[in-house]
């Protein structure tokens, strides 16, 4: 999870002390369509999962990304 | 399985305008603030693009190009044989567009004329088809014209495609009797991604009525008709992140050769943040990937041979290039060939 954090506290760009796995990442200031993208790179490039645009109406806190790339 | 190989077939020249117009991202209104404005266009990697004169259409600018691409190669008209136009923004939803530049071009009435259409992966499926024709016994030139006119589908109240795109047209002339030339081309279809990048309206399935010409909020704040172009980015991204990777490395296997012989890839120019992260997947050097979509945006079918006119006469080799198209369809593909011989004719406004 810290990992995951760290990840994603570049593409929101915001410091890893302040976010926390129940954080809804969609009402973080930073969030845009640019910045799913991004979240979806990342995660391909990292994790090698995909997320789609249906997967992403599901997947609301940090947890939920975490669950959805070990799932 | 769709690869193609044809033996002695080349481009011999290619030529490509854009309007003269000015569409500048850092002046545009669409967005909320300028944090966001600038976030955008280092994302996209578009500073501007060019739009046509209301009334101007992508078969004017594909003349435009034919007529220059025949004049300054002292094309003997009456060896063209066949004449393939392809566009999404045809002048008419019928007849074809392409009869109607066999007889502006002042070609004969011999002359095999139709339209393609196909969306961003088009110029390499084009080509495909141009190299078939000019590999039949009796056709001797082939013409493929390919332009866009994206300024007439896209919402200027639609921030996710208003900055992407572009319009260019562009002319391809084919050749057989090219020897030691040889060109490879693989083509693909998802048809099972059809709504990822739509114009619903206007065709049979939805036929254009008082409801479909409406304004309407969609998606984040994104106004459109149903007559404007629509894309879900992030399942074109994920297409395109697992495809184009896919069909490049296939390309490669499939012609016996590795990443480092080939001088250049030419990748559609969807948008800068996906062609870079489809270049770093493949650990292509950027160097080896031109682009022009910081002047010219997203031109759709026609990004591929815009790049190549835009670009190519500032680069070393062109004797083994990789051609790689993807988009609407969904549809994508790849072609490798040559163009050390390919005359390049200087990018010319309209």
Same mark, same amino acid.
């Given at each position: 999870?810290?990992k %995951?954090?760290?990840?994603l506290?570049?593409?929101?760009?915001?410091?890893? %002390?302040?976010?926390?796995?129940?954080?809804k990442?969609k009402?973080?200031?930073?969030?845009?369509?640019l910045?799913? %993208?991004?979240l979806?790179?990342?995660?391909n490039?990292?994790?090698g999962?995909?997320?789609?645009?249906g997967?992403?109406?599901?997947?609301?806190?940090?947890?939920?990304?975490?669950?959805?790339?070990?799932? | 399985?769709?690869?193609?190989t044809?033996?002695?077939v080349a481009?011999?020249?290619?030529?490509?305008?854009?309007?003269?117009?000015i569409?500048?991202?850092?002046?545009?209104n669409?967005?909320t603030?300028?944090?966001?404005?600038q976030?955008?266009?280092?994302s996209?990697?578009?500073?501007?693009?060019?739009?046509?004169? *209301?009334?101007?259409?992508?078969?004017?600018? /594909?003349?435009?190009?034919?007529?220059?691409?025949?004049?300054?190669m002292k094309?003997?008209?009456?060896?063209?044989?066949?004449?393939?136009?392809?566009?999404q923004?045809?002048?008419?939803?019928?007849?074809?567009?392409?009869?109607?530049?066999?007889?502006?071009l002042?070609?004969?009435?011999s002359?095999?004329c139709?339209?393609?259409n196909?969306? /961003?992966?088009?110029?390499?499926?084009?080509?495909?088809?141009c190299?078939?024709?000019?590999?039949?016994p009796?056709?001797?030139?082939?013409?493929?014209?390919?332009?866009?006119t994206?300024?007439?589908?896209?919402?200027?109240?639609?921030?996710v495609n208003? *900055?992407?795109?572009?319009?260019?047209?562009?002319?391809?002339?084919?050749?057989?009797?090219?020897?030691?030339?040889?060109?490879?081309?693989?083509?693909?279809?998802?048809?099972?991604?059809?709504?990822?990048?739509?114009?619903?309206?206007?065709?049979?399935?939805?036929?254009?009525?008082?409801?479909?010409?409406?304004?309407?909020?969609r998606?984040?704040?994104?106004?459109?008709?149903e007559?404007?172009i629509?894309?879900?980015?992030?399942?074109?991204?994920?297409?395109?992140?697992?495809?184009?990777?896919?069909?490049?490395?296939?390309?490669?296997?499939?012609t016996?050769?590795?990443?480092?012989?080939?001088?250049?890839f030419?990748?559609?120019?969807?948008?800068?943040?996906?062609?870079?992260?489809?270049?770093?997947?493949?650990k292509? *050097?950027?160097?080896k990937?031109?682009y022009?979509?910081?002047?010219f945006?997203?031109?759709?079918?026609?990004?591929?041979p815009?790049?190549?006119?835009?670009e190519?006469?500032?680069?070393?080799?062109?004797?083994?290039?990789?051609?790689?198209?993807?988009?609407?369809?969904?549809?994508?593909?790849t072609?490798?060939?040559?163009?050390?011989?390919?005359?390049?004719?200087?990018?010319?406004e309209?």
């Amino acid at each position: 999870m810290e990992k %995951l954090i760290e990840t994603l506290s570049e593409i929101f760009e915001m410091e890893p %002390l302040n976010m926390k796995p129940t954080d809804k990442f969609k009402d973080y200031e930073e969030w845009s369509s640019l910045v799913q %993208l991004s979240l979806i790179a990342i995660v391909n490039e990292n994790y090698g999962v995909t997320i789609t645009k249906g997967d992403l109406e599901n997947i609301n806190t940090i947890q939920d990304i975490y669950d959805f790339i070990n799932k | 399985m769709a690869f193609l190989t044809f033996n002695n077939v080349a481009i011999t020249a290619l030529a490509a305008c854009v309007p003269r117009n000015i569409s500048r991202n850092s002046e545009s209104n669409i967005f909320t603030d300028e944090s966001e404005r600038q976030k955008v266009i280092a994302s996209i990697g578009i500073n501007e693009k060019r739009y046509v004169d *209301p009334g101007v259409t992508a078969s004017d600018m /594909c003349y435009a190009a034919a007529e220059r691409l025949l004049t300054e190669m002292k094309v003997d008209r009456s060896e063209i044989d066949a004449l393939v136009f392809l566009s999404q923004t045809s002048d008419y939803i019928t007849p074809a567009t392409a009869p109607s530049l066999q007889a502006r071009l002042g070609l004969s009435n011999s002359v095999a004329c139709f339209d393609i259409n196909l969306a /961003c992966s088009g110029y390499v499926y084009g080509l495909s088809i141009c190299f078939a024709y000019a590999s039949i016994p009796g056709i001797r030139k082939v013409l493929f014209l390919n332009g866009e006119t994206f300024s007439k589908v896209v919402s200027d109240k639609d921030k996710v495609n208003f *900055p992407l795109y572009g319009d260019a047209g562009t002319a391809t002339l084919i050749e057989s009797g090219q020897e030691n030339k040889t060109a490879f081309f693989d083509l693909y279809s998802d048809g099972s991604g059809k709504d990822a990048v739509m114009i619903k309206g206007g065709g049979a399935r939805m036929p254009s009525d008082k409801d479909t010409v409406m304004l309407r909020e969609r998606e984040d704040n994104n106004f459109r008709t149903e007559h404007h172009i629509y894309m879900n980015g992030i399942d074109v991204f994920n297409f395109a992140l697992l495809r184009v990777p896919q069909a490049v490395r296939e390309m490669l296997k499939k012609t016996n050769l590795d990443a480092d012989s080939v001088n250049y890839f030419f990748f559609h120019q969807a948008n800068k943040f996906m062609t870079d992260f489809i270049a770093k997947k493949l650990k292509i *050097p950027l160097e080896k990937v031109p682009y022009c979509l910081d002047k010219f945006g997203n031109t759709s079918s026609s990004s591929i041979p815009l790049t190549i006119v835009s670009e190519g006469t500032s680069l070393a080799d062109l004797s083994n290039v990789m051609l790689v198209g993807f988009g609407g369809g969904l549809s994508w593909g790849t072609a490798c060939l040559d163009l050390s011989e390919s005359y390049i004719i200087e990018l010319f406004e309209y």
